[in-house]
C-alpha cells in the first residue's frame, strides 16, 4: 500500500485525498465467517487498511469495495452463500438501472483456497453470486490475483484513461508465452524499469521517468490470448517517438 499510494501521489497529486479505512472492527466483523483476520490475504488487509472504508473519487469497480456495503449486504441472513472456507467476496456488482436482466454485475471474490505462494495474496474470480452457490454460470478470472487486479487498475484510471485517452497506444502482440519477457527485456533496453506497484508474471507495469512515460505489459489469459502491451507519455511529441520505436520492433515482439 506505501507504494501503491507514493505511485499515485507521484503521476496524479491529491488522487489519494478521500481514502478512509475501515475500522478494525469492521474488518473482524467480514472476517469472522472466513475463519478469523488471518484467513484475509495480507495484501486485501493492508488494502481495507488504508481504502477499506471508501476510496474517495477513484473508482475500482463498477460496483463497490466498500466495507460498510459488504457488511450490509451480509444481514440478509435469508438468502444462500457460498462456502466461507472458499471464498470471499471483496466487490459488489452495481445495480443498473438499464440491465435487462434484473441481475446486478458480477461480483468478485478471492479463493482462499488458492494463495500464493508467500501467503500474502489468493487467486480471484468473477461471477454473480447466487451463481457460484448452486454451480452455475460462467467463472471468469479477470487477474491472477488481487494484486494484478489493484496494480492494473490503478495505472488503468490514473494513466491511460486520463484526457485524452486516445493518446493511449494499444498493442496486441503474440500468443507465444514467451512474449511478455521479451517485451519486458525490450522495454527495460529503452530505459523502462519497475514501479513502487511491483509486478507479477501476469501484470508488469514499466515507468521510463526521463521521457514520462508507463507502459503495462499483461500476458496472455483464456478469454485474450494474446500478450497485451499498453503506452502513454504526459508529453504527446515523446509519446509518438515511443510509438514509432515499439511499431519498429512490433512484428519481432509478436514473433510465435
Not at 481514502?19 to 472492527?25: G, L, S
Not at 487498511?49 to 451480509?74: K, Q
Amino acid at each position: 500500500m506505501p507504494g501503491l499510494l507514493a505511485f499515485m501521489e507521484r503521476w496524479k497529486p491529491g488522487s489519494t485525498q478521500g481514502f478512509e479505512p475501515a475500522t478494525a472492527d469492521q474488518i473482524a466483523a467480514l472476517a469472522k465467517p472466513h475463519g478469523g483476520i488471518n484467513a484475509l490475504p495480507r495484501v486485501y488487509r493492508e488494502f481495507l487498511e488504508t481504502m477499506g472504508a471508501s476510496t474517495g473519487s477513484l473508482r475500482l469497480t463498477f460496483g463497490t469495495t466498500s466495507i460498510s456495503s459488504l457488511l450490509e449486504d451480509r444481514e440478509d441472513l435469508q438468502r444462500e452463500r457460498p462456502d466461507a472456507r472458499r471464498y470471499l467476496r471483496f466487490t459488489m456488482g452495481e445495480e443498473d438501472e438499464y440491465n435487462t436482466t434484473g441481475r446486478r454485475d458480477t461480483d468478485d471474490f478471492f479463493e482462499l483456497t488458492r494463495p500464493t505462494s508467500d501467503g500474502r495474496d489468493a487467486a480471484i474470480i468473477r461471477i454473480h453470486e447466487e451463481d457460484l452457490v448452486r454451480g452455475k454460470g460462467e467463472m471468469e478470472q479477470p487477474f491472477p490475483t488481487f494484486s494484478d487486479w489493484l496494480r492494473t487498475i490503478i495505472v488503468s484510471r490514473l494513466v491511460f484513461e486520463a484526457d485524452p485517452d486516445e493518446q493511449t497506444e494499444y498493442y496486441s502482440l503474440g500468443r507465444n508465452p514467451e512474449t511478455p519477457a521479451k517485451t519486458y527485456d525490450f522495454l527495460t533496453r529503452l530505459g523502462f524499469s519497475l514501479t513502487e506497484l511491483g509486478a507479477s508474471s501476469a501484470v508488469i507495469p514499466l515507468e521510463h521517468t526521463e521521457h514520462g512515460a508507463i507502459t503495462l505489459i499483461r500476458a496472455p489469459t483464456a478469454s485474450i490470448p494474446r500478450t497485451g502491451l499498453r503506452l502513454r507519455a504526459r508529453d504527446k511529441a515523446q509519446q509518438r517517438i515511443l510509438e514509432e520505436v515499439i511499431s519498429d520492433h512490433e512484428e519481432e515482439l509478436s514473433d510465435d
